[in-house]
């Protein structure tokens, strides 16, 4: 299957990336913890690179945009959802120690990402 544009983006494969090391941690939980804070997290977390990629399918920048800043909003989502599930014991410090890189990689690049959205590069002749 040949890539489509966004899937080379480094900020959807950050999001792809969080997302599966969640759905891994999830899928170890027990039932209670699954059924609360783990679907809340799986579905907040794959949200974002849902949007990333629905987003650049726009083929409009105000369209692309309001997705991107979906994506931002699921992105906080998801913060909110890890701190709950540490506070909870459900995370290990390992797995935090896992997850916090990519999420301190992923804000930054959103925010350029959104900030790029329909600005063409000027190139100096």
Not at 112 to 117: C, E, F, H, T
Request: charged share 30%; hydrophobic share 35%.
């Amino acid at each position: 299957m040949v890539k489509s544009d966004f899937e080379n983006l480094r900020v959807y494969q950050l999001a792809e990336s969080l997302a599966d090391e969640i759905w891994n941690i999830v899928g170890r939980w027990e039932q209670f913890a699954k059924d609360t804070v783990g679907k809340q997290i799986v579905r907040s977390v794959d949200s974002i690179g849902a949007n990333i990629a629905e987003g650049s399918g726009r083929y409009n920048y105000q369209d692309n945009r309001r997705f991107v800043r979906i994506a931002r909003g699921s992105l906080n989502e998801t913060r909110h959802w890890l701190r709950r599930a540490y506070t909870r014991n459900l995370l290990t410090k390992e797995q935090v120690g896992k997850l916090k890189p990519i999420v301190d990689e992923l804000s930054p690049k959103l925010n350029a990402y959104l900030k790029s959205i329909g600005h063409i590069p000027q190139t100096k002749d």
